[in-house]
């Protein structure tokens, strides 16, 4: 039944996650082959498993994956009880206007007070918005963001948030702080310009333009201030890291519909690009990846010019195969005439 | 499962506590199960991603249906997961095997969830027992990797053996407790169906 491919040291790295390419393919074809095979390796990776899930019924790791899950819905649940109190209050209204009929004084004096309203904007892959707040802050949306924002603020501060990408022009109030809250990060300011980028899976990144601002984790182990020129990158795994004499002109250049990328990982750049264009790109090689361009990109580029400019860097090729992009390593490597 | 099916109805209500020793008991299993499709970091918040789902529809879910609801789930989001990675060049084998495994999964799935709620608690105990019954070097390979998160070169300079003999040792255990466990997963089964 097991046979010449499956050995005890590819078993091992299949279940450990260290397989290669070449490996998972070798386990693809074994277990492709008979499916008694298949249910031996599946078995032994449920046996393999049942480690994890020991070590995932630790008391702290449920707790914290817990409070991750509370303060993750807890704004969603927030925003339903407005809508409750919002019709409540509406028949509070109605009520209150039948007695008016009566006696306009007593509608007078129990007028409630508007409730706080969210609104949400979703800006598709492809689009990008612009939007101005009741506090005359200006925001303007990249591809593939959901921002939330109350209809007028509160009396104590100005919360807002976003998942996605945006570059903010805060109207100075140090009276009422301004708090974007993403995910993975709070960003506090008085008033200020920054972009502000927390796709999910990917860094969460803060520019800093002018004025100051504060960036702490959600978890609330990292907090950092910056000044202008000045960048924050969070992740959970690799926490808070700030860098200096970044040029913001680059971060923000997608405000004018342009791509602008200074030693970037190709990876990063795909993911730009399938934002701005609604396309579908696959890296073909794990090296390419990872490998950075420095590039820009007018607004009017196609996704054609686009895709031909990074190939004249001579490192890669690309095709379109079955409605996605494929790059793939460049097979002469000739050397770089020009860029 | 009497105590199960309240909880839900409570938290069908809203209720917070109800809603807290739901997670306590699944989390670990669905983390467990993510990681076998997907790295550490994206299977934590893929589960999260699925009890979010299961917070906005818990409503019109069946209480009998849960933990159909909460593996399916989870297993679609692996897979929808991985088919969206860049590399390529895994990809197909990558899709292949987790497909494979979601197969495996539903023929046996049945009989598993019922084992997992009363394994639960004495989980490590009966595997202990199980590796008791190993040769000594075989134990203590598996041990150190199994149970401590020793790598295995550095189990194997620890032991002064080859890694080789490292991964023979961790198979020929994971074999046993493959025989081993068996019999427990059918009675268990069994006690279950006469009722």
């Known amino acids: 039944m097991k046979d010449i491919d499956m050995n005890e040291e590819l078993l091992i790295r299949f279940l450990t996650h260290t397989c290669s390419t070449e490996e998972l393919k070798q386990v693809d074809n074994w277990i492709a082959s008979n499916k008694a095979n298949a249910d031996w390796l599946f078995e032994m990776e449920r046996i393999w498993s049942l480690k994890d899930e020991l070590r995932f019924s630790d008391k702290q790791e449920i707790e914290k994956a817990y409070r991750q899950f509370i303060s993750r819905i807890s704004k969603k649940t927030l925003q339903l009880k407005y809508r409750t109190y919002f019709y409540s209050v509406l028949k509070y209204v109605a009520i209150i206007v039948v007695v008016s009929l009566l006696s306009i004084n007593l509608y007078k004096m129990l007028t409630p007070q508007e409730p706080e309203l969210m609104n949400e904007i979703c800006v598709p892959r492809g689009e990008r918005a612009n939007v101005t707040l009741s506090d005359g802050t200006k925001v303007a949306l990249n591809s593939d963001t959901k921002f939330t924002y109350p209809s007028h603020f509160s009396k104590s501060s100005r919360n807002v948030s976003l998942i996605g990408e945006g570059y903010f022009e805060v109207t100075h109030n140090p009276q009422k702080p301004f708090i974007v809250n993403a995910q993975m990060i709070h960003v506090k300011v008085l008033g200020t310009k920054f972009n502000m980028r927390t796709y999910s899976g990917e860094n969460s990144i803060v520019t800093l333009s002018e004025g100051k601002v504060e960036v702490e984790s959600s978890n609330k182990e990292n907090k950092i201030t910056l000044h202008p020129n000045e960048e924050a990158t969070y992740s959970e795994s690799a926490g808070m890291s700030i860098s200096k004499g970044i040029n913001v002109g680059i971060s923000k250049s997608w405000t004018k519909g342009e791509l602008a990328f200074m030693d970037q990982s190709l990876s990063i750049i795909c993911k730009a690009i399938e934002r701005k264009f609604n396309v579908k790109i696959v890296i073909a090689d794990r090296q390419l990846a990872v490998d950075v361009f420095t590039c820009h990109f007018k607004e009017s580029a196609t996704i054609e010019e686009v895709m031909t400019l990074l190939k004249e860097t001579r490192k890669l090729n690309y095709s379109f195969k079955e409605g996605k992009i494929v790059i793939y390593k460049s097979k002469n490597s000739m050397p770089m005439e020009k860029v | ?195």
């Open chain 2, 1 to 195: 499962m009497l105590q199960l099916d309240l909880n839900i109805d409570k938290i069908r209500g809203g209720d917070e506590e109800a809603f807290k020793s739901f997670f306590i008991t699944f989390y670990p299993k669905l983390k467990a199960l993510a990681c076998r499709f997907v790295d550490g970091q994206v299977a934590d918040d893929l589960v999260q991603d699925v009890f979010a789902s299961y917070w906005e529809q818990k409503t019109s879910i069946q209480a009998d249906n849960i933990q159909s609801f909460l593996f399916k789930c989870l297993q679609n989001k692996c897979l929808n997961f991985i088919k969206h990675q860049m590399v390529e060049e895994e990809y197909e084998s990558r899709v292949r095997i987790a497909e494979a495994r979601i197969a495996y999964l539903a023929d046996t799935s049945d009989a598993n969830h019922v084992l997992e709620q009363v394994m639960n608690r004495d989980l490590r105990e009966i595997i202990e027992k199980s590796v008791e019954k190993l040769p000594p070097k075989c134990a203590q390979a598996f041990r150190l990797c199994y149970f401590h998160d020793v790598d295995r070169k550095e189990v194997a300079e620890l032991m002064g053996i080859s890694p080789r003999t490292v991964d023979g040792h961790i198979q020929q255990a994971l074999n046993f407790l493959r025989e081993d466990l068996k019999d427990l997963f059918l009675l268990v089964f069994m006690f279950y169906s006469t009722f």
